[in-house]
């Protein structure tokens, strides 16, 4: 992907301004990558989960389980609605292994590094 083409896609992200954030934690090992997002509430049917060589986009609704009208709430913290999340990854990975795991209100999604990406440690010669 180009680097226009990045920006572009990032910044078309930052003008959706209706929808809500998605947190993430990014662990990155040698052999994978792995995005753990706090996600209560949220049914796996309501999840859309994209994956290329370069970023992982989440989008997805959190749907409330009250019909009260906006007039009869004291307090209202907890966001319902659409969210989304792109997250442009460190380096290649392999789209076509990649899992993911909703569990206890915990999205998991491990993602297999492309191995012809991990540097490799060479010997220097003489001539």
């Keep these: ?6 920006s572009e896609n990032l910044h078309s992200w930052l003008e959706e301004e209706d929808d809500g954030q998605l947190a993430v934690d990014v662990i ?3 052999d994978q990558v792995m995005i753990i997002a706090p996600i209560a509430g949220v049914k ?3 999840l859309d989960i994209a994956i290329s060589e370069e970023m992982v986009s989440v989008k997805g609704i ?4 009250s019909e009260a009208h906006q007039d009869h709430y004291l307090i209202q913290e907890c966001y319902w609605g ?6 442009i990854l460190p380096t290649t990975v392999n789209s076509d292994e990649a899992k993911a795991v909703l569990k206890d209100g915990l999205l998991t ?3 297999p590094r492309d191995s012809k990406s991990q540097a490799k440690s060479i010997k220097i010669s003489d001539e």
């Design 1 to 6: 992907m180009s680097e226009n083409k990045k």
């Design 28 to 30: 990155q090992k040698d």
């Design 44 to 46: 796996k049917e309501d």
């Design 62 to 65: 959190r749907r409330s389980p």
């Design 82 to 87: 659409p969210f989304s999340r792109n997250y």
């Design 109 to 111: 999604i491990t993602i």
